[in-house]
């Protein structure tokens, strides 16, 4: 029998807090240069915003974006050139034949 979703320890905080602890607010304004050492205080501490931290896809699926996005010019390039001029050519499905190509009178 597993165990449920809810019961689970390990990994129970994965998603972004909004909610920061004074002592963290307190690390980013100093990272940022707005707290003063002299004359803080740990009460009414201004707002700090939180930065979500987006996931990184992975690189075997990078390389895949890559190597299709390399293969889509060459391959939208030729049928582009085979329709444009070529004697002969039929026009593709429901498109309308080139301007000297099959013009009755």
Known sequence: MS????LRTKGS???ARNVLTRYERI???RKSGRWKEDEA??????KVRVLKVKKRGKEKKKKEDEA???AAPA????P???AKGAPGAKPAAGGKPAAGAGAKK
């Open 13 to 15: 905080l994965v998603r």
């Open 27 to 29: 690390l980013q304004l």
């Open 68 to 70: 299709a996005a390399g």
């Open 80 to 82: 582009a050139g085979a």
């Open 3 to 6: 165990i449920h979703k809810s």
């Open 41 to 46: 205080t740990a009460f009414g501490l201004p």
């Open 75 to 78: 391959a939208a390039a030729a």
